[in-house]
């Protein structure tokens, strides 16, 4: 059985950082990439970093390319997600996710989601 606990949310000032992590389980997690996403108050849920199945290829929403990392342990069978420089604007819920491919960031291609982890950043 799949599953993909979220953890590390929180509030934060604008500026500050937080680290996200995502626990995985019911599949060979060095098999597949891995994406985060997120979903702000009244919005769809959209791609944020993603990262391949051994970690040498990464991806960015060009919102986030330069405030925040994507890596993955594949020992612990854990991604992680870096979030520096946070701004009011990264405020939702954080979701991570298998993904077929690292370059396969549609939401849309994939049913099952954990319970996320909630970001709020303050001004």
């Known amino acids: 059985q799949v599953q993909l606990v979220e953890s590390g949310g929180g509030l934060v000032q604008a500026g500050g950082s937080l680290r996200l992590a995502c626990a995985a389980s019911g599949r060979t997690f060095n098999y597949y990439a891995m994406g985060w996403f997120r979903q702000a108050p009244g919005k769809e849920r959209e791609f944020v970093a993603t990262i391949s199945s051994i970690g040498t290829s990464t991806y960015y929403a060009d919102s986030v390319q330069g405030r925040f990392t994507i890596s993955r342990d594949n020992a612990k069978n854990t991604a992680y997600l870096q979030m520096n420089s946070l701004k009011p604007e990264d405020t939702a819920v954080y979701y991570c996710?298998?993904?077929?491919?690292?370059?396969?960031?549609?939401?849309?291609?994939?049913?099952?989601w954990g319970q996320g982890t909630q970001v709020t950043v303050s001004a």
């Open positions: 996710q298998y993904l077929n491919y690292y370059r396969d960031y549609d939401p849309r291609h994939y049913d099952y």
